[in-house]
C-alpha cells in the first residue's frame, strides 16, 4: 500500500473505526484474496464491532499494493457505507493538491 493511502487510513481512522461493518468488508476482502483466511479469523475473533474495525484497519496496509483499492471497493458495494469511500477520496485529494 502506497504511504498516502496509509497515512490516509491513519487520519480517518477514529471515523472508519466508529462506523466500519468489519465482518462483511473483511469478507468481501477475502473474496477478493486481499485478505487470508487467518486475517478473517482474525478480524471474526474481536469480541467487539470497534476491535473488528480496528483489527482490519490494522491488517489492512500490510497486504499488498492494491489492497486501499480493494477496500475502497468493498465500501462502495457493502450497504451504507459508501459515504466512508466519500470521506477518502475527499481527504486524498485534499492531502495531494488536486
Known amino acids: 500500500m502506497d504511504?498516502?493511502?496509509?497515512?490516509?487510513?491513519r487520519k480517518n481512522?477514529?471515523?472508519l473505526v466508529?462506523?466500519?461493518?468489519?465482518?462483511?468488508?473483511?469478507?468481501?476482502?477475502f473474496q477478493e484474496k486481499c485478505f487470508s483466511e487467518n486475517d478473517l479469523d482474525s478480524v471474526?475473533?474481536?469480541p467487539?464491532?470497534?476491535?473488528?474495525?480496528?483489527?482490519l484497519l490494522d491488517i489492512l496496509p500490510r497486504r499488498g499494493p492494491h489492497s486501499f483499492d480493494v477496500?475502497?471497493?468493498?465500501?462502495?458495494?457493502?450497504?451504507?457505507?459508501?459515504?466512508?469511500?466519500d470521506l477518502l477520496k475527499t481527504n486524498?485529494?485534499?492531502?495531494t493538491g488536486n
Do not use: M, P, W
Not at 466508529?18 to 476482502?29: F, K, M, R, T, W
Open 3 to 9: 504511504r498516502k493511502h496509509r497515512d490516509l487510513l
Open 13 to 15: 481512522r477514529l471515523a
Open 18 to 29: 466508529q462506523d466500519l461493518e468489519a465482518i462483511q468488508l473483511s469478507n468481501y476482502l
Open 44 to 46: 471474526r475473533a474481536q
Open 48 to 55: 467487539t464491532r470497534r476491535a473488528q474495525a480496528e483489527k
Open 71 to 85: 477496500f475502497c471497493h468493498a465500501l462502495a458495494n457493502t450497504d451504507g457505507q459508501g459515504y466512508l469511500v
Open 92 to 95: 486524498e485529494s485534499t492531502a
